[in-house]
């Protein structure tokens, strides 16, 4: 599949959206939505394990790898990468197609499947609850923290350069479920080259924490909107360990809310692995990912 590989850009008003393709044209559409920090790369592992018959569309969000940055004195967040979403597939030409989505890409596909529910054929979440929840009490707080953060970066014009060595060891400090080798992965796309070494190409604004403030009270009403069948793919040492520590109700709630709004349109399963099991160990999602999109849904654990 990888001789069938194409870089993409769509036009937006200060730059472009990057994407890569796999597969034929014709084939049925998978739009691939990468996490937090990350970009079109996180897939590269996956992709090829999936049904060759497929077009598959890996897009880089705005500010993320090779994707233009946003004008100086605006914020990136979540509510803005659904609005990417939405460019892209308006500008292929899709009328339906599947997500298949890891951590925050989850949350902005979970977003789109919402608002735009007749588009979403397929859900499919990788170590992601397609939402993401703030505490009620804590929304205002959030938000300053948001708004201050920015403040701090307004106007930054220096980008830190690094040997490719030094953007490695620094990737790695910061991401510790990456294994050097699959970090690499996410450098090729993630690293450009400037006199005396290399800059990471992620916009430095996108490091604050811009979730949406929906409480999950707004996210279990919004699920509601969802037409899409939902499968989620949680990774025992991934998302759901962290979140049984920091946000125990919160997950339970959102695992509920599915159950309650889409019943047997939505089922779960659990593998063994950190958050990017996807590309640290692509085999082991990469049957259940087929099943999905071949419709043998039935083996997997329903919620």
């Known amino acids: 599949m990888s001789a069938l590989l194409k870089e993409l850009r769509f036009s937006i008003p200060w730059g472009h959206l990057a994407a890569k393709s796999w597969g034929p044209s014709e084939g049925q559409r998978v739009l691939c939505l990468h996490g937090w920090l990350d970009n079109a790369n996180t897939f590269d592992r996956l992709i090829p394990l999936l049904p060759k018959d497929y077009h598959y569309v890996a897009l880089d969000f705005s500010g993320h790898g090779m994707s233009s940055h946003i004008p100086q004195g605006m914020r990136y967040q979540h509510l803005d990468y659904v609005t990417d979403i939405h460019r892209v597939v308006t500008a292929l030409g899709w009328k339906t197609f599947s997500i298949l989505a890891h951590s925050m890409g989850g949350v ?131 998302l759901a360990d962290q979140m049984q520590v920091l946000y125990p109700d919160m997950a339970q709630a959102l695992l509920q809310g599915y159950k309650e709004r889409l019943n047997e349109r939505c089922r779960l399963s659990v593998v063994d692995g950190n958050h990017f099991v996807h590309l640290n160990e692509p085999e082991k999602v990469s049957g259940i990912i087929t099943d999905i999109l071949l419709e043998r849904t039935h083996i997997h654990s329903q919620l």
């Open 108 to 238: 902005a596909g979970g977003l789109f499947a919402s608002t735009f529910p007749d588009s979403v054929r397929q859900l499919i979440l990788l170590d992601s609850y397609g939402f993401f929840p703030i505490d009620s009490d804590s929304i205002l707080n959030h938000l300053k923290k948001a708004i201050t953060h920015y403040s701090r970066l307004e106007g930054a014009t220096t980008t830190k350069v690094y040997t490719q060595e030094g953007a490695l060891q620094r990737l790695l400090e910061a991401n510790q479920s990456l294994t050097p080798d699959t970090a690499k992965i996410l450098l090729q796309r993630g690293t450009k080259s400037v006199p005396g070494g290399v800059t990471f190409t992620r916009d430095i604004r996108v490091t604050v924490n811009n979730a949406a403030p929906l409480s999950i009270a707004h996210c279990l009403e919004i699920m509601k909107n969802i037409k899409a069948d939902v499968h989620i793919i949680m990774a025992n040492s991934g």
